[in-house]
């Protein structure tokens, strides 16, 4: 049928999670190519499943459904058209390739090109709009609507969590932990304060803690998150430290007492990706002291081919000082740090 004859329609705001019966997904992978799977009938089409009987389509479907048909890892998630007659959600999603030990498509023959060629690959009807509209709402999103994307898929994910890691943001167990985020530590140097930009739970910040102790390094503790209710969550956990945790954006954030920190981690996807050179500069700018360290950290699923921390960096032009990586499968977690 064709697109045109369909109920489809761009989204001005979101539909009831509720009435969402199927969900068909625009994946994007690094550099902003558009994913499609061929199946064994030759015919390409886009990552598309029902909703089951007690997921959350954005939290549980979306991530589900790429996996077990495309082999693909989203990161991020973002309604953009419905299908009120079919119930039909379109999302498109930032992630990359997977090859873990979740069950997913290990198989899957996932063709990636530019969106026009992607819409031309597949058969008539809506999907064909959606790739287009997807493409033009990924590459207009600006910081607003990326910061609200990305609470809008995290808070209530960590919050549902059962585990300290999962409140984090990290699917594994403590020792899962330990092996893809201590390498933190390999970039301090010296005693100090140490800032994480995204702190979440705060277990980042009380782990590096520990870890730096182990190397005889004495380190204190602070957090800032732009999630209000993660903020509270980190601020329960660690009462101690409840009045060194604050809410704010890592592109404006500043503490109130003007202070700077020995040591700032941050995500590079804790902005969106045009924007690291400008988080770069302002956290070394404002909130790393002299002889301080900025960190950068990059965490991806097993199979991505997403750029290193140290990569990203040098892409900027940013004179790296040193890189660390992860004690799990290659690339899924480097740490690579700048000196003020």
Known sequence: ????????????????????????????????????????????RLPSGEVLPGEDWGLDTAARVPLETAGYYRQRVHPFAWDAERQRL???????????????????DLVVADAETIA????????????????????????????????????PAYL???????????????????????????????DGTFLDVGCANGLLMESVR???????????????????????????????????VSVGNALDWRPADGSRFTFVHALADCVPGHRLGDLVGRLLAELVEPGGRLLLSVYQAEGGNAPTAAERLAALGVPVAGAASGTGPERTATTAWVDA
Do not use: I, N
Request: with cysteine; glycine share 12%; aromatic share 10%.
């Open 1 to 44: 049928m064709d697109a045109g004859r369909t109920a489809y329609e761009l989204l001005e705001r979101d539909p009831d999670p509720a009435s969402v019966r199927h969900v068909t997904f625009v994946p994007f992978l690094p550099g902003g190519g558009v994913g499609a799977v061929r199946g064994r009938d030759g015919v390409v």
């Open 90 to 108: 379109f999302a498109w999603l930032d992630g990359d390739r997977y090859r873990g030990r979740r069950p997913h498509a290990a198989d899957a």
């Open 120 to 155: 031309g690959l597949l058969p008539h009807g809506p999907e064909r709009r959606a790739v287009r509209d997807a493409a033009r709402s990924f590459r207009e999103q600006d910081d607003s609507s990326y910061f609200a994307g990305t609470l809008r898929l995290l808070e």
């Open 160 to 190: 549902r969590a059962t585990t300290p890691e999962g409140g984090s943001g990290f699917g594994g167990g403590p020792g899962q932990w330990r092996a893809r985020r201590s390498m933190v530590v390999d970039a301090l140097h010296k």
């Open 210 to 244: 520990r870890w730096a102790a182990e190397r005889g390094r004495v380190v204190e503790p602070y957090g800032v998150d732009f999630a209000p209710r993660l903020v509270e969550v980190a601020r329960c956990r660690l009462p101690r430290w409840a009045d060194r």
